[in-house]
T-cell receptor, first 114, second 115 residues
Framework: AQTVTQSQPEMSVQEAETVTLSCTYD???????LFWYKQPPSRQMILVIR??????QNATENRFSVNFQKAAKSFSLKISDSQLGDAAMYFC???????????FGEGTQLTVNP | DADVTQTPRNRITKTGKRIMLECSQT?????MYWYRQDPGLGLRLIYY???????NKGEISDGYSVSRQAQAKFSLSLESAIPNQTALYFC??????????????FGAGSRLTVL
């Protein structure tokens, strides 16, 4: 079974600056997906970005990008030009393609300071 | 209207009461899930269903039961609620198949408080 660990319970960043959220995972499978979800105060879970493990190229979505280090089982999220609306809880998650469960990390609460 | 609708959004109840959380979806997805969110623990899977006749336990199913009434409806029940079931509950859906099955769509969550 896979595990996901987020070692930063809280992070803060100044508006317009860049911040990186860390995530490590463990899985015995070679075929899996990795995700970052954002949960603003509205509680809604919003998919930010996803990465297929078989793709070497790091995924990018506008100001959000990942650093996927497969050998190290690391999947960090970089937020560039941080905005006040980026303030939220961020969850890293992993799903083995052959499995049924999306496994989440503990979450990182991101504060954006004006 | 939301693709995945959860009711109620918030509920306060007392220990020993039976509670049902309901989930309906208009995505046409085959797979439905119930997760529980607790501070510092992330989201954990309670039950999941791949079709109407397929129900499976997740990692924390004790004290919960589910019913898949139709492809679009998946309800979670707490037969006798206890305070440590106080949490935020999420319903989610995904299509079947290969890559599509890996992307979940979440409801807005149901916050349950058990006194």
């Amino acid at each position: 079974a896979q595990t996901v660990t987020q070692s930063q319970p809280e992070m803060s960043v100044q508006e317009a600056e860049t911040v990186t959220l860390s995530c490590t995972y463990d899985t015995s499978e070679s075929d899996y997906y990795l995700f970052w979800y954002k949960q603003p105060p509205s509680r809604q879970m919003i998919l930010v970005i996803r990465q297929e493990a078989y793709k070497q190229q790091n995924a990018t979505e506008n100001r959000f990008s990942v650093n996927f280090q497969k050998a190290a089982k690391s999947f960090s999220l970089k937020i560039s030009d941080s905005q006040l609306g980026d303030a939220a809880m961020y969850f890293c998650a992993c799903k083995e393609t052959s499995g049924s469960r999306l496994t989440f990390g503990e979450g990182t609460q991101l504060t954006v300071n004006p | 209207d939301a693709d995945v609708t959860q009711t109620p959004r918030n509920r306060i109840t007392k220990t020993g009461k039976r509670i049902m959380l309901e989930c309906s979806q208009t995505k046409g997805h085959d797979r439905m899930y119930w997760y529980r969110q607790d501070p510092g623990l992330g989201l954990r899977l309670i039950y999941y269903s791949f079709d109407v006749k397929d129900i499976n336990k997740g990692e924390i199913s004790d004290g919960y039961s589910v019913s898949r009434q139709a492809q679009a409806k998946f309800s979670l029940s707490l037969e006798s609620a206890i305070p440590n079931q106080t949490a935020l509950y999420f319903c989610a859906t995904s299509p079947g198949g290969t890559s599509g099955a890996n992307v979940l769509t979440f409801g807005a969550g149901s916050r349950l408080t058990v006194l």
